[in-house]
């Protein structure tokens, strides 16, 4: 049973637009939530972070927001660079514990 | 300041070998993560480390698998013997604290068992 989903397998955005990912969730205890970013053959690298006392952060081009209601998180990106191409991880963890990946969503960001 | 280092960089080994992967965590970094990626995949937790006590090892998938952190700096994870769906990559993260903060993660040992 997957905790964290991203039900986006792919997607693609024109140069200069916006990319949305969207992630969501099922254990309410889920209280500290990241987003990394993925190049081939790399390790993930930390993006942005949001912490569940919080609806919103912001960090240059890249802002996540937190529906706690609805179990629901997704990373902006405005506007899209070609160098965003990579796969993307949702994270969340619990009071501390390890973090639960979702499955990725590749953004291609076309020129 | 130097990032979370991962040897080898990639291991192809026959099956019923044996092989040791090592994680030198960020400097200062109590916690420990090990994780793996199988076929392109979700990331999927192995197990946690504080300093060289293990704080949660849930998802060590059998006995096949030992981890270790002596003195609670770098880190070793061991497959013995190896199996055809070891293959992976197997990533090891490190954070300051336990809590509310990132993780850092290695580039990655990409195992394949053959």
């Known amino acids: 049973d997957q905790q964290v989903k991203q039900n986006s397998p792919s997607l693609s955005v024109q140069e200069g637009r916006i990319s949305i990912l969207n992630c969501d969730y099922t254990?309410?205890?889920?209280?500290?939530f990241l987003w990394y970013k993925k190049y081939p053959a790399e390790g993930p690298t930390f993006l942005i972070s949001?912490?569940?006392?919080?609806d919103k952060n912001e960090d240059g081009r890249f802002t996540v927001f937190l529906n706690k209601s609805a179990k629901h998180l997704s990373l902006h990106i405005v506007p899209s660079q070609p160098g965003d191409s990579a796969v993307y991880f949702c994270?969340?963890?619990?009071?501390?514990?390890?973090?639960?990946f979702g499955p990725g969503t590749r953004l291609s960001v076309l020129p | 300041e130097a990032g979370v280092t991962q040897f080898p960089s990639h291991s192809v080994i026959e099956k019923g070998q044996t092989v040791t992967l090592r994680c030198d965590p960020i400097?200062?970094?109590?916690?420990l993560y090990w994780y793996r990626r199988v076929m392109g995949k979700e990331i999927k937790f192995l197990l946690h480390?504080?300093?060289?006590?293990?704080?949660?090892e849930s998802g060590m998938p059998n006995n096949r698998f030992l981890a270790e952190r002596t003195g609670g700096t770098y880190s070793t994870l061991k497959v013995q013997p190896a199996e055809l769906e070891d293959s992976g990559v197997y990533f090891c993260?490190?954070?300051?604290?336990?809590?509310?903060?990132?993780?850092?993660f290695g580039q990655g040992t990409r195992l394949t068992v053959v």
């Open positions: 480390f504080v300093k060289e006590s293990k704080q949660d």
């Open positions: 994270a969340a963890s619990a009071n501390g514990q390890n973090f639960v």
């Open positions: 993260a490190s954070s300051q604290r336990q809590g509310g903060t990132e993780a850092f």
């Open positions: 400097s200062g970094h109590d916690n």
């Open positions: 254990n309410s205890m889920f209280d500290y």
């Open positions: 949001i912490s569940s006392i919080k």
